[in-house]
């Protein structure tokens, strides 16, 4: 008449296991797994093309075969004893890491332009783990190059060292003067707002910003005034960090590491900053 009894119910205890969703990470821990997941989807577009790590070997290899062989046989650069070429080595590493990073912002630009800035902003994820994420992929790209140009270097001779902790120096030197001058380009790219516009200005400093550094020759021999400059670009301490960990001469490396860093931290504000006013 009152029909078979219920079955057992499932305990209180398992209901709410069952309905109460997981709980999402808050707080320090979200800002470090957002930007490595930014940086991993960024890396991931090499998987679709490596032509740009390729293409992107020739010039440091046409510097230290045509340029640093010339100059080695010249000897009109004072380097402190040591051949022009192993000189120039830690030089053209900073160089192809700055290329490869100071036309970052023509990336952001494009992703503006097909819609998926949009679609990231909306996500909970801050714009400081959006930028650090683009800015460390970049130093990963510069990383890979800086490997191309080390084996270069040390199939023409050049005498570099191969201490492990000294190699893990310099690849952090790398990745932060990567981000400093990656998030100098998306920086460059919030005000501009145009890939035509960023190519002419990234054309218009890629060079000074080389030249006015001590890659090439060392600070002591310029004019006061690009010592000046020099003392103020950050590529002249990345370059400074490099040569004395890949050749053992004088360097200042806390120095070094302490302007790299607060360049790095500077850049990706900056740009977190402007990233709106980009995707408008």
Not at 58 to 66: D, G, R, T, Y
Not at 116 to 124: G, N, Q, R, S, Y
């Given at each position: 008449m009152f029909g078979a009894p219920a079955g057992p119910r499932p305990a209180l205890a398992e209901t709410n296991l069952l309905l109460v969703p997981p709980k999402a990470r808050t707080g320090w821990r979200v800002l470090?797994?957002?930007?490595?997941?930014?940086?991993?989807?960024?890396?991931?577009?090499?998987?679709?093309?490596?032509?740009?790590?390729?293409?992107?070997?020739?010039?440091?290899?046409?510097?230290?075969?045509?340029f640093g062989e010339t100059f080695t046989r010249i000897k009109a650069i004072p380097t402190g004893g040591i051949p022009y070429i192993d000189y120039l080595a830690p030089g053209i590493i900073a160089q192809s890491a700055m290329f490869i990073a100071i036309f970052y912002g023509i990336m952001i630009i494009w992703e503006r332009d097909a819609?998926?800035?949009?679609?990231?902003?909306?996500?909970?994820?801050?714009?400081?783990?959006?930028?650090?994420?683009?800015?460390?992929?970049?130093?990963?790209?510069?990383?890979?190059q800086a490997v191309v140009v080390i084996v270069i270097a040390a199939a023409l001779g050049v005498g570099l060292t191969w201490n492990p902790l000294r190699l893990l120096g310099v690849a952090v030197a790398v990745v932060l003067g990567s981000a400093f001058f990656s998030c100098l380009s998306m920086t460059i790219a919030g005000i501009v707002l145009t890939r035509d516009r960023l190519m002419g200005i990234g054309q218009a400093i890629t060079m000074p910003l080389f030249f006015a550094s001590n890659a090439l020759y060392p600070v002591a021999i310029m004019p006061g005034w690009l010592q000046v400059v020099s003392r103020v670009n950050p590529l002249s301490y990345q370059v400074d960090a490099l040569r004395g960990l890949l050749l053992g001469t004088p360097s200042h490396l806390p120095l070094d590491f302490g302007v790299l860093l607060v360049a790095a931290v500077l850049g990706i504000v900056a740009a977190s900053s402007l990233l709106g006013r980009l995707a408008r």
């Open positions: 470090p797994a957002r930007v490595a997941a930014m940086c991993v989807v960024e890396l991931q577009k090499l998987r679709h093309d490596r032509t740009e790590l390729y293409t992107r070997a020739v010039q440091p290899a046409l510097w230290l075969l045509i819609g998926i800035l949009t679609k990231l902003l909306v996500t909970p994820t801050p714009r400081a783990a959006l930028i650090s994420g683009k800015a460390f992929a970049s130093g990963v790209k510069a990383l890979i």
